[in-house]
């Protein structure tokens, strides 16, 4: 078995991709869920972006993104069978779609709106998420009609 060392953290052996794959499957599960163990999926100094919410570092702040996200947001899905997960040393990317319902009882995505499509990279120290940026239009009804430059 092949040892990995980053920054202290050890990895597992070289098939650690499956892994941490595995982990990005837990971390939207348990996302979907609402489940606060989502929190062990994460260091201490975990950084965190998302659009309109900017970088953040902390534990804290992966509960205040939750809870800010969920203030607008009735539920979340992620169609994580769907997922496209490109593995490359201690980095995941996932492309994939999600949808939901908002507070006003909206489903999205909207047909012909948004199409709920995202992508995360996580970067990991060890078998935790170190590093986790969502690139996604945070504006999941398509509401924002200034922004619809082709129609």
């Known amino acids: 078995m092949l040892q990995i060392t980053y920054s202290g953290a ?10 941490l794959i595995d982990i990005t499957k837990l971390y939207f ?6 489940d606060p163990s989502i929190l062990d999926l994460f260091s201490d100094d975990v950084q965190l972006f998302f659009p309109k919410f900017g970088t953040r570092t902390g534990k804290e702040q992966v ?61 990991f120290t060890g078998t935790l998420i170190s ?5 996604v239009d945070p504006d999941f009804l398509g509401e924002d009609d200034d922004r619809f430059y082709w129609g």
Not at 10 to 19: A, C, F, I, R
Not at 29 to 34: E, F, H, T
């Open 29 to 34: 599960g348990k996302a979907d869920a609402g």
């Open 131 to 135: 590093r986790l940026h969502i690139y």
């Open 63 to 123: 509960v205040a993104f939750v809870q800010g996200l969920m203030s607008k947001l009735n539920s979340l899905k992620h169609d994580i069978d769907t997922y496209n997960y490109i593995a490359s040393g201690r980095i995941v990317v996932v492309e994939g779609t999600e949808s939901g319902v908002a507070k006003n009882g909206e489903n999205w995505p909207v047909d012909g709106r948004s199409e709920g499509r995202f992508c995360n990279v996580f970067e």
């Open 10 to 19: 050890e990895m597992t052996n070289v098939n650690d991709s499956k892994e």
